[in-house]
């Protein structure tokens, strides 16, 4: 098992370009979601996912975009990078039930917007 | 969600218990207390959840007081690499779109 898998690991870009950030998940989990830490504070959620084709918005929604269209997949969209989005992000997933083992998260794409 | 409050920062020797406390006065009937850590630069880690009754898996043990106004997890021997911020969380075990929020945690720094 895979688990949560985040790529790039790394990304540096130029105010103003796009790009997605990946994030796949092999456990038939419901559940997924993107938050974005910074520096001294906790997590914060973007956007979540309850299942293929349903997403919402969570508390710092501006500046992405996501879709849902596999139960595997969860990809996070910049549609143009501002300083502002530089962060470490995070890709989680959970069954419906959290059951036992709560959410698994991703190991982190840390990007830098220049 | 409930919002809970934790100390920022704990110190215990390797080898000690490490209790961390956290505050949840507000916590509803059906609502659960999560913990997970984050090991530096790393994605979180769930530990474990609890309802009323006190829980213990392999990795630490969750005890509740009998009002649910507050909780505390123990880590029975801590190792250095048990050092991270921990999280406690409280919400229902589903709806709500599953989410987590997140405060600032408690560091917790084992040594030597």
């Known amino acids: 098992n895979a688990g949560v898998t985040q790529t790039p690991k790394f990304q540096v870009l130029k105010t103003g370009q796009s790009m997605t950030l990946q994030c796949a998940q092999d456990m038939n989990h419901e559940y997924m979601s993107w938050y974005r830490q910074d520096p001294g504070m906790g997590l914060r959620l973007i956007h979540y996912s309850v299942g293929a084709g349903i997403t919402d918005q969570g508390e710092v929604p501006n500046g992405y975009n996501v879709s849902r269209s596999t139960t595997e997949d969860f990809p996070l969209r910049l549609l143009s990078a501002a300083p502002s989005q530089t962060s470490v992000y995070f890709c989680?997933?959970?069954?419906?039930?959290?059951?036992?083992?709560?959410?698994?998260f991703g190991s982190g794409t840390r990007l830098t917007v220049v | 969600d409930a919002k809970t409050t934790q100390p920022p920062s704990m110190d215990c020797a390797e080898g000690r218990a490490a209790n961390l406390p956290c505050n949840h006065s507000?916590?509803?009937?059906?609502?659960?207390v999560y913990w997970y850590r984050q090991i530096h630069s790393q994605g979180p880690q769930y530990i474990i959840h609890g309802l009323k009754n006190n829980e213990t898996n392999e990795m630490a043990s969750l005890i509740i007081t009998e009002d649910r106004k507050s909780s505390t997890l123990i880590l029975p021997h801590a190792t250095l690499r048990d050092t991270a911020v921990y999280y406690c969380?409280?919400?229902?075990?589903?709806?709500?779109?599953?989410?987590?929020?997140f405060g600032t945690g408690t560091q917790l720094k084992v040594e030597l």
């Open positions: 989680a997933s959970s069954k419906v039930r959290q059951g036992t083992y709560g959410y698994t």
């Open positions: 969380i409280v919400r229902m075990l589903t709806g709500g779109g599953n989410k987590l929020t």
């Open positions: 507000t916590i509803s009937g059906n609502e659960y």
